[in-house]
């Protein structure tokens, strides 16, 4: 017996040369979900009528977690995104620490996260939570990494994450959590995914080094994924990466690594 977690893949980093509605088509007819970023780059008539059904999306356009303009700025793009969300039936909309700009640089960079920082992001989080019960929809928190792709942004760590969507502790707001980047960040994946399993809304996966498919780095994902198995985890997986080679083989190899064979 064989059982594949739902999967999805991000349209953004896979054919380029290929326009999006091809990519949303293709993914679909695939077997896979889709994940998007920013909704304004698409038609979103075109996505409405493609059939896909869409994992996640950036849950904002602009703005910040942890100081007054930035929060309001947060909330008024986040519920625009709402909205155009439940247009598309999107599953999860995605936020982070502060507004990501041009190559994934934040647009207001921090340098030291103060205790003031700490409680106004928690505040801000649970205004997102109380838009989110009011819409209807569900907003995730990413890790992400300085080291390498987004120096600069506050909250970036898994632990960090983890620790503002459990204080907010609301089904609304749960964990999108990147093993690509807490990989470069953190290390000690399956425990990670133990502690924070309570809180998560989506896991996303790429290799490291080089952001590629599994199969391309140093993460065992088929133990990763026999150990979210093992402890109870049935949600979905994103593959948010690039292809070493064809799309496709990419994507079959993503499959593979997240599908468990039981005798």
């Avoid at 893949?9 to 007819?29: F, G, I, N, Q, S």
Wanted: glycine share 10%; net charge negative; charged share 25%.
């Amino acid at each position: 017996m064989t059982m594949a977690f739902t999967l999805a893949a991000c349209a953004e980093m896979l054919w380029h040369d290929r326009p999006m509605e091809w990519r949303v088509k293709r993914l679909t007819e695939l077997g896979f979900q889709v994940g998007l970023w920013n909704w304004p780059d698409h038609d979103i008539a075109m996505l409405e009528r493609s059939g896909a059904t869409f994992s996640i999306m950036n849950g904002y356009l602009s703005g910040r977690l942890a100081d007054d303009e930035g929060a309001e700025e947060l909330l008024r793009t986040a519920r625009e995104t709402a909205d155009v969300g439940l247009r598309l039936g999107v599953a999860r909309l995605n936020l982070h620490g502060t507004g990501l700009g041009e190559g994934g640089l934040p647009v207001t960079p921090c340098k030291t996260v103060t205790g003031a920082m700490w409680l106004k992001a928690r505040d801000t989080l649970e205004r997102i939570a109380d838009l989110a019960e009011e819409k209807g929809v569900v907003f995730t928190l990413e890790n992400l990494n300085t080291a390498v792709d987004h120096p600069g942004v506050p909250f970036a760590r898994a632990e960090d994450t983890l620790a503002l969507v459990s204080a907010v502790n609301r089904p609304a707001l749960r964990l999108n959590l990147d093993l690509y980047h807490a990989q470069i960040g953190e290390g000690n994946l399956v425990e990670l995914c133990r502690k924070a399993l309570p809180w998560i809304g989506e896991i996303q996966v790429a290799d490291v080094p080089g952001r590629c498919e599994p199969g391309t780095g140093e993460i065992a994902y088929a133990g990763v994924a026999r150990a979210l198995d093992a402890m109870g985890y049935d949600g979905p997986v994103g593959m948010e990466a690039f292809a070493s080679g064809d799309p496709e083989d990419a994507l079959e190899a993503f499959r593979t690594a997240f599908t468990i064979r039981r005798p």
